[in-house]
């Protein structure tokens, strides 16, 4: 794929982010397109926005259990950019209307104290630069119509990010497992799914790893502070206004995410 059609398709996806129009799927109208096409396409976004005044927090993992990887036909994660305004204080309305399709998915956040530099980072040095865990939602989305998407597509929107909302109970690394830490996902006081920490990578400890190794040779440090969000216990669910989600995490503690429509909110006081 040349620069000027990897810079279009990073248009597009950008103008389908910024006025919540969803385009076609991209993969299938781009012939030869590749994992490094998709990453360009994603970083030209992500250059653009920082360029606009924001900032990168942090990184997501995507694609970590074997089920989805197996839908798309993969068999490696994917990662993408989190920016300061896509972090959310739970219990805080989250507004729905920035959306186009949201889902949620409950994740163990890791927060850095150390820099982390790939190729060759280890478990034991991933477990060092780790300040402290949290609870969170990750709410996904696509600019892509219908989630109809391949991991080229996911890949290039950014991993279908859309935001994170955040526990505020920190816990240390080493008072819990994360692997055997079980997760209960509830939406308006119904439980909807269940799930455990190995459903990730076998261990999220294991996707931050991925995530340092993969994103060195790229010259991407994961820095002191930023959030790394290393993938889902459960699979993903539709959200919309009105709607309350809370994950629970064993020896974690619980996230709750309130979902609003706040376009309909500002409507309704100007009239």
């Not at 059609?5 to 781009?30: K, V, W």
């Not at 630069?129 to 991991?151: Q, T, Y």
Request: aromatic fraction near 4%.
């Amino acid at each position: 794929m040349d620069v000027a059609t990897r810079e279009s398709t990073a248009r597009r996806l950008g103008d389908a982010y910024r006025l919540l129009e969803p385009i076609d799927q991209i993969s299938t109208s781009l012939e030869g397109m590749t994992l490094e096409d998709a990453y360009e396409i994603q970083l030209l976004q992500i250059r653009d926005r920082v360029a606009a005044g924001r900032r990168v927090v942090g990184h997501k993992v995507g694609l970590t259990s074997m089920a989805m990887q197996r839908q798309l036909g993969v068999a490696q994660p994917d990662y993408g950019h989190i920016t300061d305004d896509m972090v959310f204080l739970e219990h805080l309305p989250v507004d729905v209307s920035r959306y186009l399709q949201p889902k949620v998915e409950p994740e163990i956040a890791f927060v850095l104290k150390r820099e982390l530099t790939g190729p060759g980072v280890t478990v034991a040095q991933a477990i060092a630069a780790i300040d402290f865990v949290l609870p969170a939602l990750e709410i996904i989305d696509s600019r892509i119509k219908d989630w109809k998407i391949g991991i080229l597509d996911t890949i290039a929107d950014n991993a279908s990010s859309g935001g994170i909302v955040l526990g505020s109970s920190p816990v240390d690394l080493r008072d819990v497992d994360l692997r055997l830490s079980g997760c209960v996902l509830q939406r308006n006081g119904e439980v909807i799914a269940t799930g455990a920490g190995g459903a990730v990578l076998g261990s999220p400890l294991t996707s931050l790893v991925w995530l340092a190794n993969t994103v060195g040779p790229l010259g991407i440090s994961l820095e002191p502070g930023h959030i790394i969000l290393p993938g889902s216990q459960t699979a993903a669910f539709t959200v919309a206004a009105d709607d309350t989600v809370t994950a629970r995490f064993g020896g974690i503690g619980s996230v709750t995410a309130r979902f609003s429509d706040l376009s309909v909110t500002t409507s309704e006081g100007v009239s």
